[in-house]
């Protein structure tokens, strides 16, 4: 079964420092989307990307953050200047399309800021 | 978008059929309704998509009435790996995915 690939699985870094989380979203998939979970609380949308720009980004999504898809097969999410409460777990996800098709999400990457 | 209500938590025991019912008093037309599940520490995962009456594949049931005000996720026979959390969607044309709460499933021996 074809699955989204994340990496790294956990990311420890210093408060301030710049992270970059890596999805490799499934081939023939044309959107893609990150999500952050913070312990124990919902998932919660960040930003929707389509034909390589956003099309859509939640109010978390401030100007610490950015997206890329810098090839053919990458999906990154960015975060400049990473806070403590930046830490959470952050899914990428991708679909065929929009309508009723199925979001295939990503194991995540459990970002930990210190 | 409209709204859909279900029960924060269910407890269950193993071998038991489990039914999670979610509202959507506001459906709309051309929504189709669909269940999420997500285990700790995983990303959600797809389990099972509908419009109208029965929908049934390896993995549960999904019972919507002819007025589709409500939908019922059942789950026959849970097992310990069965406790997650259980999220349904209205969805037609919808590019991001709300989450609301779910249903949290804790499944006994």
């Known amino acids: 079964e074809p699955e989204v690939t994340q990496t790294p699985s956990h990311q420890v870094t210093q408060m301030g420092q710049e992270v970059i989380l890596r999805c490799v979203p499934i081939?023939?998939?044309?959107?893609f989307y990150w999500y952050r979970q913070i312990l124990g609380q919902k998932v919660e949308f960040l930003v929707s990307?389509?034909?390589?720009?956003?099309?859509?980004k939640s109010e978390i999504f401030d100007d610490q953050f950015s997206v890329e898809r810098p090839d053919g097969s990458n999906f990154t999410l960015k975060i400049r200047s990473t806070k403590l409460e930046d830490s959470a777990m952050y899914f990428c996800?991708?679909?065929?399309?929009?309508?009723?098709?199925?979001?295939?999400f990503g194991q995540g990457t459990r970002l930990t800021v210190v | 978008l409209a709204k859909t209500t279900q029960p924060i938590s269910m407890d269950s025991y193993e071998g038991q059929e489990v039914n999670i019912t979610c509202s959507h008093n506001?459906?709309?037309?051309?929504?189709?309704i669909t269940w999420y599940q997500q285990f700790p520490s995983q990303g959600p995962r797809f389990i099972i998509q509908?419009?109208?009456t029965k929908v049934t594949n390896e993995v549960a049931s999904l019972f919507i009435p002819a007025d589709r005000k409500s939908s019922t996720l059942s789950l026959p026979r849970v097992s310990l790996s069965d406790t997650a959390v259980y999220y349904c969607?209205?969805?037609?044309?919808?590019?991001?995915?709300?989450f609301g709460t779910g249903t949290r499933l804790q499944v006994f021996p």
């Open positions: 996800a991708s679909r065929t399309g929009l309508v009723n098709t199925e979001a295939f």
């Open positions: 081939s023939n998939h044309l959107y």
């Open positions: 990307f389509y034909n390589n720009e956003i099309s859509e």
């Open positions: 506001n459906i709309a037309t051309n929504d189709y």
């Open positions: 509908g419009y109208k």
């Open positions: 969607f209205l969805s037609y044309n919808t590019d991001k995915l709300i």
